[in-house]
């Protein structure tokens, strides 16, 4: 069975650090695209980041490029986000995704399968 | 970045009702989309892929349509638990972008 969990969230000052991880198990971790979304309390879903499977190619929404790095450790079956000068924009449960890929007729297919329970980081003063 | 337009943000609708919310790109996405349902304090949960294609296990109530930048989801009688918040996700563009999100209450 897959899970995701999602840990290192927590409260920190505006213009600080964390670093989120998610422990991955059930699955061959290091075969599969993994992403982050968030979503704010009240708010709707947000992409964020994204990472191939072997850390090759990265992707990052504008709104946190430059402040947040995502990485794996496929040794240790983990992802792991690097967020940085955050502000209250930033504060958000944090998802850690399994992206799922195959073929239709149509070409490539791509959606998320698998969803962390999510990390709530909290900027504030 | 490929921005999407969901609508509506909110509907009230009854049980047995035909719902149907749409998302419109700012660009062509082929069918390169897909729409989640996410329930209080849940994570989402993946119903259509590639527009139109039902995930296994997804009531056929639910279907998806649409192609390039408009695309509908349609509940066509809506069910006590289908009340929820419903996403599109473009995936054909990095970096993928989700609709707004559609609330779905009772009437």
């Known amino acids: 069975e897959v899970h995701l969990v999602e840990s290192g969230g927590g409260l920190v000052q505006p213009g600080g650090s964390l670093r989120l991880s998610c422990s991955a198990s059930g699955f061959t971790f290091s075969t599969y695209s993994m992403h982050w979304v968030r979503q704010a309390p009240g708010k709707g879903l947000e992409y964020v980041s994204a990472?191939?499977?072997?850390?090759?190619?990265?992707h990052y929404a504008d709104s946190v490029k430059g402040r947040f790095t995502i990485s794996r450790d496929n040794s240790k079956n983990t992802l792991y986000l690097q967020i940085s000068s955050l502000s209250a924009e930033d504060t958000a449960v944090y998802y850690c995704v399994k992206e799922e890929s195959g073929r239709s007729p149509s070409g490539l297919i791509y959606y998320f399968d698998y969803w962390g329970q999510g990390t709530l980081v909290t900027v504030s003063s | 970045d490929i921005q999407m337009t969901q609508s509506p943000s909110s509907l009230s609708a009854s049980v047995g009702d035909r719902v149907t919310i749409t998302c419109r790109a700012s660009?062509?996405?082929?069918?390169?989309l897909g729409w989640y349902q996410q329930k209080p304090g849940k994570a989402p949960k993946r119903l259509i892929y590639?527009?139109?294609s039902l995930h296994s296990g997804v009531p056929s109530r639910f279907s998806g349509s649409g192609s390039g930048t408009e695309f509908t989801l349609t509940i066509s009688s809506l069910q006590p638990e289908d009340f929820a918040t419903y996403y599109c996700l473009q995936h054909n563009t990095y970096p993928w972008t989700f609709g707004q999100g559609t609330k779905v209450e009772i009437k």
């Open positions: 590639a527009a139109s």
């Open positions: 660009q062509g996405i082929r069918n390169d």
């Open positions: 990472i191939s499977y072997n850390g090759g190619d990265t």
